[in-house]
Nanobody
Framework: VQLVESGGGLVQAGGSLTLSCAAS??????MDWYRQAPGKQRELVAA???????NYADSAKGRFTISRDNAKNTVYLQMNSLKPEGTAVYYC?????????WGQGTQITVSS
């Protein structure tokens, strides 16, 4: 399984970014985004099943949208109204029948 993340970077508070994660090598049951801020534990941001059912952390509800293209095995995270506390490394995570796999992470820095 290979995961290729893209879309991170520096953005001002209130701005928007879209992350992408292209996965290959399997058929994925769920595709998720996690984040880890400095000194904090990794936490789930949003998840989506192959059928399109979504789940969001409270901090992401109303501002972030997760979506996936099953034909391309790609998951997206559209993030709007970003806040400085959203500064973290964002990780793609996918699950198939054998287990879970992590991307390398992409840094997002939200300046105030």
């Amino acid at each position: 399984v290979q995961l290729v993340e893209s879309g991170g970077g520096l953005v001002q508070a209130g701005g928007s970014l879209t992350l992408s994660c292209a996965a290959s090598g399997s058929t994925f049951i769920t595709m998720d985004w996690y984040r880890q801020a400095p000194g904090k534990q990794r936490e789930l941001v949003a998840a989506i099943t192959r059928g399109g059912t979504t789940n969001y952390a409270d901090s992401a509800k109303g501002r972030f949208t997760i979506s996936r293209d099953n034909a391309k095995n790609t998951v997206y995270l559209q993030m709007n109204s970003l806040k400085p506390e959203g500064t973290a490394v964002y990780y793609c995570h996918v699950v198939d029948i054998f287990g879970g796999y992590w991307g390398q992470g992409t840094q997002i820095t939200v300046s105030s």
